[in-house]
């Protein structure tokens, strides 16, 4: 079996427990950057809470300036009507 082929890395995936397919999200390369395989389930998980478009959560995850962890700028989500603030504290309340 070839690792470096989607279906390689998916089986790998499915071995490590991982049950469901890598999201196919435009702009990802996950053969060649393996980050973009957490980036796309992220993205996902984002596009499932808040009914945006794949590539739109996607564009929304940023990595930080300093050492830390990755972040979402809710405002690149493009929800009409939301409060940043107050859609932040639904969201967390969701992740939990």
């Known amino acids: 079996m ?3 082929l989607p279906e390689g890395i998916q089986t790998l995936l499915t071995r490590q427990g991982v049950e469901s397919p890598i ?3 435009a702009g990802t390369d996950v053969i060649n950057n393996p980050i973009h395989i ?3 389930y992220l993205a996902d998980t984002l596009v499932q809470l808040t009914e945006c478009s794949p590539e739109v959560a996607y564009s929304s995850i940023q990595w930080p300036n300093e050492l ?3 972040v979402v700028v809710l405002p690149r989500l493009k929800l009409q009507h939301k409060n940043p603030k107050t859609f932040s504290t639904e969201l ?3 992740v939990r």
């Open 2 to 4: 070839a690792t470096l």
């Open 23 to 25: 999201p196919n999200i």
């Open 38 to 40: 957490f980036l796309s």
């Open 68 to 70: 830390g962890d990755l």
């Open 92 to 94: 967390k309340q969701k």
